[in-house]
T-cell receptor
Framework: GENVEQHPSTLSVQEGDSAVIKCTYS??????FPWYKQELGKRPQLIIDIRSNVGEKKDQRIAVTLNKTAKHFSLHITETQPEDSAVYFC????????????????FGKGTKLSVKP | ETGVTQSPTHLIKTRGQQVTLRCSSQSGHNTVSWYQQALGQGPQFIFQ???????GRGNFPPRFSGLQFPNYSSELNVNALELDDSALYLC???????????????FGPGTRLTVL
């Protein structure tokens, strides 16, 4: 079944700097890769996602890149702000994974991002 | 915020008891997935419901069961509660046009279950 590794587990940056979080996945059949932001005590919030027919996607200060050959994808946050502080989760999904179902998500263990003012 | 709601917000049970958690999906969505999130971990897939049928299951025992209703809301039932069942239970709703498909999932606020 699918396995998703996420690094680093914690990341501390100064306000205005960039932050990069990396994930690798094991199932080459995976075709959908969302990123969620979870603030303390709140729900995971979808911030950006990418499908396997695209190599890069950008939304304002947030971008995601996907390397299907190497089976890894990354989240890039530019011009970080204190309100970006949260735990970020990557996930992978796709046909044929995890119990034969489609559409379920396999999550990484999360990265705690701290942005210092 | 998404239109996905869950109830109750918090729940305290004792070992061996049974619990039912509820999820109302976002308007227009027809699929509900349930996840268990232990403290400090990423969500783990329990199962998914599409058109009122279970459409995949993760590595959870049969004492975890569910339902989806005609209005696409869903229930998660856990029997014979164990201490390790203490976690945040999240549901996520999505719209599936065709099956199989990988949908964009939107999470509810979760139910915090504590088993004593």
């Amino acid at each position: 079944g699918e396995n998703v590794e996420q690094h680093p587990s914690t990341l501390s940056v100064q306000e205005g700097d960039s932050a990069v979080i990396k994930c690798t996945y094991s199932d080459s059949a995976s075709n959908y890769f969302p990123w969620y932001k979870q603030e303390l005590g709140k729900r995971p919030q979808l911030i950006i996602d990418i499908r396997s027919n695209v190599g890069e996607k950008k939304d304002q200060r947030i971008a995601v890149t996907l390397n299907k050959t190497a089976k890894h994808f990354s989240l890039h946050i530019t011009e970080t702000q204190p309100e970006d502080s949260a735990v970020y989760f990557c996930a992978a999904s796709g046909p044929g994974n995890y119990g034969g179902s489609q559409g379920n998500l396999i999550f990484g263990k999360g990265t705690k991002l701290s942005v210092k003012p | 915020e998404t239109g996905v709601t869950q109830s109750p917000t918090h729940l305290i049970k004792t070992r061996g008891q049974q619990v039912t958690l509820r999820c109302s999906s976002q308007s227009g969505h027809n699929t509900v997935s349930w996840y268990q999130q232990a403290l400090g971990q990423g969500p783990q897939f329990i199962f998914q419901y599409y058109r009122e049928e279970e459409n995949g299951r993760g590595n959870f025992p049969p004492r975890f069961s569910g339902l989806q209703f005609p209005n696409y809301s869903s229930e998660l039932n856990v029997n014979a509660l164990e201490l390790d069942d203490s976690a945040l239970y999240l549901c996520a709703s999505s719209f599936r046009a065709v099956n199989p498909s990988t949908d964009t999932q939107y999470f509810g606020p979760g139910t915090r279950l504590t088993v004593l």
